[in-house]
């Protein structure tokens, strides 16, 4: 089982910024890439911002130019920088990293979130 440790939540004032980590052990070196995922009491989890395996990005429409998807392949790491945040970005945000393997195609794995809170 592979473990999906997330960190850099926490309550910040509207306009501010946070950043999002989400390390997993075998990201680079298994052919994977990576997505953030938001969940606010009472809503359905929403897609966030996505980095495949070559690098191309993807941003839900709410997000774009707003937060911006990042890796730093030698940490196995993903980040997801959040500015300009809002009391609407308030959620539990979780990483899900997608791997491929030639044997056993492929296969996801989800965090257990880090929560973003956004006062007005």
């Known amino acids: 089982q592979v473990k999906l440790v997330e960190s850099g939540g926490g309550s910040v004032q509207a306009g501010g910024s946070l950043r999002l980590s989400c390390t997993a052990p075998?990201?680079?070196?298994?052919?994977?890439?990576m997505d953030w995922y938001r969940q606010a009491p009472g809503k359905e989890r929403e897609f966030v911002s996505s980095?495949?395996?070559?690098?191309?990005?993807r941003y839900a429409d709410s997000v774009k130019g707003q937060f911006t998807i990042s890796e730093d392949k030698g940490k196995d790491t993903v980040f997801l920088q959040m500015n300009s945040l809002k009391p609407e970005d308030t959620a539990m945000y979780s990483c899900?990293?997608?791997?491929?393997?030639?044997?056993?195609?492929?296969?996801?794995?989800w965090g257990q979130g880090t929560q973003v809170t956004v006062s007005s």
């Open positions: 899900k990293m997608s791997c491929y393997n030639e044997y056993f195609g492929w296969k996801n794995y």
């Open positions: 075998g990201y680079t070196s298994n052919s994977c890439g």
């Open positions: 980095i495949s395996t070559d690098g191309t990005t």
